[in-house]
């Protein structure tokens, strides 16, 4: 579980986080849900210790620099090594020490040969995308963020990767944000709503049953 206590955050005088407290279940997929600006990839950035914050967060009762190779980050400005092919990238970024070969028998799932073995800065957004996918599996994090995964990614990428975060989430705490609820109805299991400032958990609502885009429109416009 994470637990995030009392979390805080402003840039300037603009408080994007005041007094957050909420628990992120282990091995669950859980969501974010809020309006541009209403602060989802600030909380991720502060999760991952990109941005200063006031209030704790802890990942299994441990801070996160003792979970840090335990912990995957995907947002739209993650750093790759722009001049080194994807298969580079991935060998360096893999800290489940996985050998090169197997990197990339792997990653052959997500992008062909040809690609894997171009540059990084020739990639399309969406080939990028696919990159950070494949270190999902190569890693196995037990804790996997992603902010905004959907965009970008073509029809059967984002039904493949909801299948791969249904079967991951059996040992992986997912943390979501995002924008197409298609993609992230019948895949979540919890719900936080972010607006003014706080993050909120839906409580005791069947995701299953419910559309996103229905508790949207109710909860935050
Ligand atoms: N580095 C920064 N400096 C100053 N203000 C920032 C910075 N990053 C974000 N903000 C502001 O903080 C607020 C929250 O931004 P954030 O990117 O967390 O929103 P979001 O919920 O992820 O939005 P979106 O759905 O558009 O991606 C916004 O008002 C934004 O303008």
Same mark, same amino acid.
């Given at each position: 579980m994470i637990t995030i206590t009392n979390l805080s955050k402003n840039y300037g005088k603009n #408080? /994007?986080?005041? %007094?957050v407290n909420i628990n992120i279940p282990e091995n669950k997929i859980s969501f974010l849900m809020g309006e541009n600006g209403a602060g989802k990839t600030t909380f991720i950035k502060c999760l991952v210790q990109l941005e200063n914050y006031k209030g704790q967060i802890l990942f299994d009762e441990k801070e996160f620099q003792d979970v840090r190779d335990e912990v995957l980050a995907i947002y739209d %400005?993650?750093? *790759? !090594? $722009? =001049? *080194? &092919?994807g298969i580079e990238n991935l060998d360096l970024m893999n800290f489940r020490k996985l050998k090169k070969k197997e990197c990339y028998n792997i990653a052959l799932k997500y992008l062909s040969g040809d690609i894997l073995k171009r #540059? /990084? &800065? $020739? !990639? &399309?957004y969406g080939q990028r995308k696919k990159l950070f996918i494949a270190l999902v599996e190569i890693c196995s994090p037990k804790y996997l963020i992603m902010d905004e995964? &959907? =965009?970008? *990614?073509d029809y059967e990428s984002m039904k493949g990767l909801k299948k791969s975060l249904k079967e991951w989430s059996k040992n992986m705490t997912i943390i979501l944000t995002g924008h197409q609820f298609d993609f992230y109805n019948n895949l979540i299991d919890e719900l936080y709503i972010v607006k003014d400032s706080q993050i909120t958990y839906f409580e005791n609502l069947d995701l299953n049953k419910e559309n996103l885009g229905d508790i949207y429109d109710e909860n935050i416009i």
């Open positions: #408080k /994007v986080l005041q %007094d %400005d993650a750093p *790759l !090594y $722009t =001049n *080194l &092919s #540059k /990084v &800065s $020739t !990639y &399309s995964i &959907s =965009n970008g *990614l």
